[in-house]
């Protein structure tokens, strides 16, 4: 199972990022997929969780309104479009889904891509 996210970087305060996750080793469209993030110092947060067919999702409080996750199964990557960015966005964001393999359910986590928002 491999996760590489990309899309990260600087933007300022009110701005747009759009964050992708390529996936591989896996049948992508058969699970659900989460982007979390993390600021040092703090735990990693749940930001949003996109279901199989992409019909489904969910959000963090804090983010509704302004972040959207998407899927492309045929292309096998997830999608994380965040508008208005505020200074709290500011994080590691990682992309993670679960997987049932070899008999156990464990999770797999990309690298993560930095998110910088200035003033």
């Known amino acids: 199972v491999q996760l590489m996210e990309s899309g990260g970087g600087l933007v300022q305060s009110g701005g747009s990022l759009r964050l992708s996750c390529a996936a591989s080793g896996f049948t992508f469209s058969n699970y659900a997929m989460s982007w979390d993030r993390q600021t040092v110092g703090k735990e990693r947060e749940l930001v949003a969780t996109?279901?199989?067919?992409?019909?489904?999702?969910d959000y963090a409080e804090a983010v509704k309104g302004r972040i959207t996750i998407s899927r492309d199964n045929a292309n096998s990557t997830l999608y994380l479009q965040m508008n208005n960015l505020n200074l709290s966005d500011t994080a590691v964001y990682y992309c993670n889904t679960k997987i049932f393999d070899r008999g156990r359910w464990a999770t797999y986590w990309g690298q993560g891509t930095q998110v910088t928002v200035s003033s």
């Open positions: 996109i279901w199989q067919t992409g019909e489904d999702t």
